[in-house]
């Protein structure tokens, strides 16, 4: 399975979009993040990083280009799954989509000229709808081959595994030496099983002590273990890692650089390719200006920037 974006075994699998596509792959992403988001939601300042719209200029050049059904109505109407901060989550009121996707659908539509309507999906049903009641899907999508023969895909973020420890790695963690360490993670995510659970193989088989795999239902209570020391390391999605570490003011650091990554989409109706470019054009001007960069380290999610985007990019199968 996709290594970005991992959700719980246990959950629904997002993959199930795939069913109503037409055999969308089951590498997309599967489910773990999402679920555990719900654990791993923010406190009621997360809200606090929500980019304004009003800051960003309209481009009169790429605002003509806009197809005509969506200039006639005047809003850019995204589908959401809103379960996974930082990405796209529901602020402190339970209802407002918050997160850096929800902020670059504002600063698309802003550019264009174009009202934003996020509005709250159930995964499965995103990519189905795209035309017919979504103009864009904006959801962190895993772009794979299977996503790729269904809609547009235009590139925007990179995601994968991350490691943190706690600030200055008083325990002075490796990630070469993980044996006998108490390492936590998600429960039924990627990072428990293949890779901490082929990392503790690989021990056993060498005769050393096993990993204290401590393996928890939500990403908050991981997060809490380390910051409090009862575990020394954990391992997640990259865009949580980075929350994280926004989120418990310093005492929290990165180890290592992230592995595994993948890119992630805006995806458009396959039959609209007019639209995929626009976006595409549209996200190169932000990246330019600052305004994608600036997002994205509002969210504590900047090393998933990426500096090219790209309509239905190439991607390992």
Do not use: H
């Amino acid at each position: 399975m996709q290594k970005s974006r991992s959700l719980p075994v246990s959950s629904t699998l997002k993959a199930a979009t795939i069913i109503a596509i037409g055999a969308l792959a089951l590498t997309a992403c599967t489910n773990a993040s999402e679920q555990g988001t719900q654990g791993s939601s923010a406190p009621s300042s997360s809200a606090n990083a929500s980019f304004d719209p009003t800051t960003i200029q309209k481009d009169d050049t790429l605002a003509a280009m806009v197809p005509a059904a969506i200039k006639a109505k005047g809003t850019l109407t995204v589908g959401s799954d809103t379960s996974y901060a930082p990405a796209e989550f529901l602020g402190p009121d339970g209802q407002t989509p918050v997160g850096y996707d929800v902020d670059l659908a504002k600063a698309i539509g802003a550019t264009l000229g174009l009202k934003v309507q996020v509005q709250t999906a159930e995964f499965t049903g995103i990519l189905p709808a795209l035309g017919p009641k979504y103009d864009l899907g904006i959801s962190s999508f895993t772009i794979n081959p299977d996503r790729l023969g269904a809609v547009n895909m235009v590139s925007y973020f990179n995601a994968g595994t991350a490691w943190a420890v706690q600030k200055g790695n008083p325990k002075k963690f490796s990630l070469d030496d993980v044996c006998g360490k108490s390492i936590g993670v998600q429960t039924g995510t990627v990072q428990e099983d293949p890779d901490l659970s082929g990392r503790n193989k690989k021990c056993v088989a060498d005769g050393k002590q096993p990993i204290n795999i401590v393996t928890l239902k939500n990403q908050t209570d991981v997060t809490t273990r380390l910051v409090n020391g009862s575990i020394d390391a954990m391992a997640a999605d990259s865009p949580i890692i980075g929350y994280a570490l926004s989120q418990t003011n310093g005492q929290l650091e990165k180890l290592g650089d992230v592995y595994d990554a993948a890119p992630q989409g805006i995806a458009v109706a396959k039959s609209d390719t007019a639209l995929a470019d626009l976006i595409q054009k549209t996200l190169t001007k932000l990246m330019a200006d600052g305004s994608y960069k600036k997002i994205l380290t509002g969210w504590g999610n900047a090393e998933g920037a990426i500096t090219k985007s790209e309509v239905n990019p190439a991607v390992k199968s």
